[in-house]
């Protein structure tokens, strides 16, 4: 098998990416547009071909999804949301069953890099609030949203690519929940698994402060005039 000039640059150019990405050299977004531009210096790629996915819907679609977050976020719409489907919990195994199934059928609905985004911070939050570490709920996030993705054809970015993609070849439109027969069970199992595995894989980190510090030492009670402007507010 011979390779063009063309294909062996693209191999070299791939490989080189994956190798940057895996030991975080730089950030994610300027390491794949540093490949894009390598590739279009070397010949390999045209202006044309360089701007198409650019103009690409379904990017535009994901744009439309961020702001849709960004407006959830900014109402306080997650932090309710994630208050009440988390509630107090007794256990981690119970816990992560509380954040894993709404985040998972939020992520259905809303593409799952802006619902992880959003709701790192509620899960933190909480996680100090219930004494548990954080780590051992970051990981059950990010599955869980990548899980729930997998059941529509707008939770995630890789779905709308790929079914446009498969249009512009020729290939009729998936449904909307046409790949839910294979990414429902799929979910159902990973968080099955994540859930029960919990124990042994999930790491259970803290940090400094945490460790060597009691939150309650730190409380602070006053007073507060009926009159005030600060009144229900939170800090």
Same mark, same amino acid.
């Given at each position: 098998?011979?390779?063009?000039?063309?294909?062996?640059?693209?191999?070299?150019?791939?490989?080189?990416?994956?190798?940057?990405?895996?030991?975080?050299? &730089?950030?994610?977004?300027?390491?794949?547009?540093? =490949?894009?531009?390598?590739?279009?210096?070397?010949?390999?790629?045209?202006?044309?071909?360089?701007?198409?996915?650019?103009?690409?819907?379904?990017?535009?679609?994901?744009?439309?999804? &961020?702001?849709?977050?960004?407006?959830?976020?900014?109402?306080?719409?997650?932090?309710?949301?994630?208050?009440? &489907?988390?509630?107090?919990?007794?256990?981690?195994?119970?816990?992560?069953?509380?954040?894993?199934?709404?985040?998972?059928?939020?992520?259905?609905?809303?593409?799952?890099?802006?619902?992880?985004?959003?709701?790192?911070?509620?899960?933190?939050?909480?996680?100090?609030?219930?004494?548990?570490?954080?780590?051992?709920?970051?990981?059950?996030?990010?599955?869980?949203?990548?899980?729930?993705?997998?059941?529509?054809?707008?939770?995630?970015?890789?779905?709308?690519?790929?079914?446009?993609?498969?249009?512009?070849?020729?290939?009729?439109s998936l449904g909307f &929940?046409?790949?839910?027969?294979?990414?429902?069970?799929?979910?159902?199992?990973?968080?099955?698994?994540?859930?029960?595995?919990?124990?042994?894989?999930?790491? =259970?980190?803290?940090?400094?402060?945490s460790a060597q510090l009691?939150?309650?030492?730190?409380?602070?009670?006053?007073?507060?005039?009926?009159?005030?402007?600060?009144?229900?507010?939170?800090?």
């Amino acid at each position: 098998m011979v390779f063009s000039d063309e294909a062996l640059i693209t191999i070299a150019v791939v490989l080189l990416t994956m190798v940057t990405l895996v030991l975080q050299l &730089f950030s994610s977004d300027l390491v794949l547009m540093g =490949a894009l531009t390598l590739l279009l210096m070397t010949g390999v790629l045209t202006p044309e071909q360089m701007l198409e996915g650019l103009s690409n819907p379904s990017l535009a679609t994901v744009g439309v999804l &961020f702001v849709v977050t960004s407006g959830l976020v900014g109402t306080g719409v997650t932090r309710r949301v994630g208050e009440w &489907f988390m509630g107090r919990p007794q256990s981690l195994g119970a816990s992560l069953l509380r954040l894993m199934v709404p985040v998972a059928a939020l992520s259905a609905f809303l593409n799952n890099t802006p619902v992880v985004a959003m709701m790192v911070p509620a899960v933190a939050d909480w996680a100090r609030r219930r004494n548990f570490a954080v780590s051992k709920l970051m990981i059950p996030l990010s599955y869980a949203a990548i899980l729930g993705g997998t059941c529509t054809i707008i939770g995630t970015s890789t779905n709308l690519i790929i079914n446009s993609l498969a249009m512009e070849s020729g290939i009729a439109s998936l449904g909307f &929940f046409e790949i839910a027969q294979v990414g429902l069970p799929c979910a159902l199992l990973g968080i099955a698994f994540t859930i029960a595995s919990n124990r042994w894989l999930l790491p =259970a980190r803290q940090t400094l402060v945490s460790a060597q510090l009691d939150p309650r030492e730190y409380a602070v009670e006053m007073l507060v005039d009926p009159m005030s402007p600060i009144v229900g507010r939170t800090i």
